[in-house]
């Protein structure tokens, strides 16, 4: 099996005329607009939480629900379309392979990347639901926004080839994550362990992009060829180090610290 195709049942049209290259041009000139999305985000998300102090809190489920519905629908067609690809390659080439060549910018693969890159402008949007509900808004969830877009956004212009993985794991999770927002806005009640499930699979995810990383590390530092910048993996490196730092604390805080059993005996 060449690089690039595998194993799709059905391709659709979309997928077919799908022309990555016009995307790639647009998004080698353009990509710094995801600091512009950043900046315009981080002002409606705290000009809107000082904007909410004095007024009532607006309920949303049913916009909620949809958004959130949405965005499950979207991950969940996305880690459908994209595993055959993973799994292909894994198959046929190897790990090594897996995180080194970026083969999956042709075919099916192509037109799921594109809309995975996009698609973190259309995530911002979560936010807006916390500052209108005024729900609290931690550290964590701001800061994984902003750097997710802007990341994604930079590592398209390379075609990083670590991105396979971390558009896959990304997908899958969201699938989770967001059907489950989905289903808590239209007040369906789950017990405490789906929640820890849920940041689990969260967890899971920035661990083995932490040890991507370093894997990629040892394999630049023996000379192999290997398609991301050690530019790339500088900054890959730090983000997904400080996500797993962040999202092990939340975990630790919520779930297993002395405050949490509290909590749960209330």
Request: net charge positive; with cysteine.
């Amino acid at each position: 099996m060449e690089p690039g195709e595998h194993n799709y049942s059905i391709v659709f049209q979309f997928e077919k005329e799908w022309h990555e290259r016009n995307f790639l041009n647009y998004m080698q000139e353009r990509w710094t607009d995801s600091f512009v999305y950043s900046a315009v985000y981080v002002l409606v998300v705290f000009g809107g939480q000082f904007l909410m102090k004095r007024r009532p809190k607006y309920e949303l489920r049913p916009f909620l629900a949809l958004w959130s519905g949405i965005l499950a629908i979207f991950s969940i067609a996305g880690a459908i379309r994209t595993w055959p690809e993973l799994i292909s390659v894994l198959s046929n080439h190897g790990l090594q392979y897996s995180v080194c060549v970026p083969t999956y910018f042709k075919g099916v693969t192509s037109f799921w990347s594109f809309l995975f890159t996009v698609s973190k402008v259309y995530e911002l949007g979560d936010t807006v639901f916390i500052v209108l509900r005024k729900q609290p808004l931690i550290f964590l969830h701001w800061y994984h926004h902003i750097t997710v877009l802007i990341y994604v956004w930079y590592s398209y212009t390379d075609h990083t080839a670590p991105g396979r993985w971390f558009m896959v794991m990304n997908y899958t999770v969201h699938g989770f994550m967001y059907s489950y927002y989905a289903l808590r806005a239209l007040q369906f009640r789950f017990p405490k362990f789906v929640n820890m499930v849920i940041t689990s699979l969260q967890l899971t995810q920035m661990i083995i992009g932490v040890l991507i990383n370093i894997w990629i590390y040892k394999i630049k530092g023996r000379g192999e060829f290997c398609q991301q910048s050690y530019e790339n993996l500088l900054y890959s490196s730090v983000m997904y180090f400080t996500y797993f730092v962040l999202f092990a604390q939340f975990f630790f805080t919520t779930y297993l610290s002395k405050s949490a059993y509290r909590q749960k005996g209330d």
